[in-house]
């Protein structure tokens, strides 16, 4: 029961706390007028004026009833201001309910009235109190007792604008106050973020004030409020609006510029950009502006164009021209701003990079990159045009350290031709350009990426972008390289051909794949897993040719010492039963009735110690009666390379029994014929005549 209690007292004081919160929030404005022609005298009571006869009943002589209900909650605020010419009275007052009630006014004195209209003049002083009566439960609610004086409660009548002239940069305001008695005015003046007051004393019934030094081409918004130089002043005159004409333009727009030039036709283009002006230099509407150039040196071939765009674009030679941008408006021209401009050398300041436009509900989104290592970009300045109005173009400037835009206007179902200028004072870089619209973004679509390089501690991709509409709106494309112990983001944008990878570990699996993001969600697409090697490649080469030199060395000492050792400690002996040739001449393998023959040894063996060009070139002829058989055998050992000998090793070798023989091709020679002598060698062809079969 206790427990149910606390809780019904805690919603009730919960309920008691809202329509306490309601009643406070609840603020009503009451008014209450009454004229002359309203007012009553109390039968009874001579001192009181009432504007319902029932207001007498219960109010005391001195008009503070006794004993009934005040409420101050009910009455805040109060203020009352009296109109000498309409002759009323008029109170308002803020009431915390918001319950309907009836208001009179119960006007009294301490003497006597004599009449009850004749109160409200400008002399009177009274009490007033204000009385209140709910409709729904009849309860009457009385005021406190207010002590008025009516001469420190008049209002001036409200002022009425009759009309406002302007020039560029006055207004000529007309009002009229509809009295005489009216000994001052003010005039509110704003404009779109400014208020000022102007104080006018010389005035009557119809007045008139100059307002100077204002801004041409600029709205202004006017009020009047008139006193009779004590009382209250009057309401705000209803208010006017006025704009100052147009005048001409006092500044000359920015100019920059860029050239072009290109090397298949040798032609060469200069893009001069100009700077929108200012408002409060525009001084008007800028109708369009007028482009004039000439080569420095031939001034009368100066041409004159008028656009309305901020960018022209002209074919020059390379030489010096003389340009110059006015802007006008319906008043005027402005001052040119003069360029020169030498189309013979080319500056340099660096295209902005990775432009990529996303949609974002009603604007497009810019973004793009600039090397902070170029010169200092002043700001930029963007240009898009719609596909089916490439005469009108909207333009924008960001300032430099702006990287981001928001374009506005941009009309859904177009494409639009986006372009970002990088400006340094007179010179911008070429613009750099991209097809965008607020269904799709960027009109390029990356398809996916190759990989170029693989080493082992880095990685090259190329990219495959292809201009198409996207199926989705994607902000941002990021390649993805994911490893055992990090994962690696790097945004890539249109500019961006190749991207590559640093620092990744020999001899390690990584995962490859592209990142889009969109306003709904994340997606990733072509996912390649590489594994990066353990050596390089030149670390391979620079490995084994020091390996590959060191057995080569040691085969090439191998051998040395193989030769030298023999040469000096183990001597070959010459012997021809080791050698082809003396086993073939030792052991003839002749049948009892061939016929050998050997006609003659023709100096085969040129033994000349300069060339060292020995041959031996042994014919052997088998005569039989099926077939000759021809045997034949060369040897030929150059001046060149290992196989080299000297006449003197050739006889030791031949002669040498300890060592096998060398001459494996060599024919066999019988043991009788004495062709090898000590030191020198007589060497023969030994041919064999055709025996006739
Ligand atoms: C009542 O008047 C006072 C002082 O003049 C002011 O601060 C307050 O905001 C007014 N209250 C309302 C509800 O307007
Ligand atoms: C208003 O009432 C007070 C007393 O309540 C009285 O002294 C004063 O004289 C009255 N004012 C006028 C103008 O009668
Ligand atoms: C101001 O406007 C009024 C009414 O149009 C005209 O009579 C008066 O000459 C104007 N004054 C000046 C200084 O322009
Ligand atoms: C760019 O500006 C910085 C600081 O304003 C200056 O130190 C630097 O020299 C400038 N660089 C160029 C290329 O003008
Ligand atoms: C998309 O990826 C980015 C990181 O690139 C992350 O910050 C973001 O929360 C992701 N959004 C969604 C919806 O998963």
């Known amino acids: 029961m206790s427990r149910i209690g606390v809780v019904c007292l805690l919603i009730s004081m919960c309920c008691c706390d809202l329509s306490l919160k309601r009643n406070t929030q609840r603020l009503n404005t009451r008014e209450l007028t009454v004229s002359t022609s309203k007012l009553k005298l109390c039968e009874k009571q001579k001192n009181v ?32 201001h009296f109109l000498m010419d309409e002759e009323s009275l008029t109170c308002s007052w803020i009431q915390l309910n918001d319950i309907r009630s009836i208001n009179t006014f119960i006007i009294s004195k301490a003497r006597d009235i004599i009449s009850c209209p004749a109160i409200l003049s400008i002399v009177s002083i009274f009490n007033l109190t204000i009385k209140s009566v709910n409709l729904i439960d009849q309860r009457e609610i009385f005021s406190d007792v207010y002590k008025v004086n009516l001469s420190e409660i008049i209002q001036a009548p409200q002022p009425v604008i009759r009309f406002v002239n302007s020039t560029d940069t006055s207004l000529n305001v007309t009002w009229s106050s509809c009295v005489h008695k009216i000994t001052q005015c003010q005039i509110r003046l704003s404009a779109a973020s400014w208020r000022e007051m102007f104080s006018v004393s010389e005035v009557s019934k119809e007045s008139l004030y100059i307002i100077n030094d204002l801004q041409p081409y600029t709205e202004y918004s006017l009020k009047v409020s008139c006193s009779y130089g004590f009382g209250q002043w009057s309401k705000w005159s209803s208010e006017a609006r006025a704009t100052t ?18 090397r298949n036709s040798g032609t060469q283009q200069l893009g001069i950009l100009w700077k929108a002006l200012d408002r409060s230099d525009a001084r008007g ?10 080569p420095s040196k031939h001034l009368a071939r100066r041409k004159t164009i008028h656009t309305s765009d901020l960018k022209m674009l002209v074919s020059v030679m390379s030489e010096e021209y003389d340009v110059t941008v006015s802007a006008y408006n319906s008043a005027g021209r402005s001052p040119g701003r003069r360029l020169r401009v030498n189309a013979a050398l080319h500056h340099d300041v660096p295209a902005v990079k990775g432009l990529w436009v996303s949609s974002d509900g009603l604007f497009l989104k810019l973004h793009w990159e600039v090397d902070v290592t170029a010169v200092n970009v002043s700001e930029f300045a963007i240009e898009w045009r719609s596909s089916s109005d490439v005469s009108s173009s909207g333009w924008m400037r960001v300032n430099a350290f702006t990287f981001t835009a928001l374009l506005p206007d941009i009309k859904s179902g177009e494409t639009y031709s986006i372009s970002v200028y990088p400006v340094h004072e007179y010179l911008c870089g070429a613009p750099v350009s991209v097809l965008a619209d607020l269904q799709h973004g960027t009109l390029l679509d990356l398809l996916g990426f190759h990989l170029i390089t693989l080493t082992k ?18 902000l941002y494309y990021k390649l993805v390289l994911k490893g055992k112990h ?12 190749q991207e590559l990878f640093n620092d990744l570990q020999a001899n390690a699996k990584y995962t490859l794949y592209i990142h889009g993001e969109t306003v709904s969600g994340n997606f990733s697409t072509a996912t390649l897993d590489v594994t990066t090697p ?14 590959v030199l060191l057995v080569l060395g040691f085969g090439f000492f191998s051998v040395l010492t193989k030769t030298v050792c023999k040469q000096y400690f183990f001597p070959n002996v010459a012997n021809p039963g080791y050698s082809l040739i003396g086993h073939w001449l030792l052991n003839a393998p002749f049948e009892e009735n061939s016929k050998i023959c050997v006609l003659r040894l023709e100096n085969v063996f040129t033994v000349e110690q300069q060339t060292e060009k020995n041959i031996i070139h042994v014919e052997r002829r088998m005569s039989s009666v099926a077939e000759d058989e021809v045997i034949s055998s060369k040897i030929c050992t150059t001046s060149e390379g290992t196989t080299h000998r000297s006449r ?7 002669s040498g029994p300890s060592n096998p023989p060398d001459y494996n091709d060599l024919p066999v020679l019988t043991a009788n014929l004495d062709y090898v002598h000590n030191e020198e060698i007589i060497c023969e062809s030994v041919r064999c005549p055709l025996s006739e079969p």
């Open 534 to 547: 353990l050596l390089d490649y030149d670390e391979i080469i620079k490995c084994c040719v020091p390996l």
């Open 285 to 294: 509407l800028i109708q369009g502006y007028e482009v004039s150039y000439a």
């Open 457 to 474: 501690s880095s990685l090259t991709v190329k990219f495959v972008w292809k201009e198409t509409q996207p199926n989705i709106n994607v």
């Open 49 to 80: 004026c009432v504007m319902s006869a029932s207001d007498c009943l219960y109010t005391a002589s001195d008009g503070k009833p006794e004993g009934l209900s005040r409420s101050d909650m009910n009455f805040m605020n109060t203020s009352c």
């Open 648 to 654: 003197s090793d050739y006889v030791e070798n031949i």
């Open 245 to 262: 004409s147009e005048s001409v333009p006092i500044a000359a727009p920015l100019l920059s510029y860029y050239l072009i030039l290109d």
């Open 486 to 497: 990090q994962t690696r983001y790097l945004t890539v944008f249109p500019h961006k051909a």
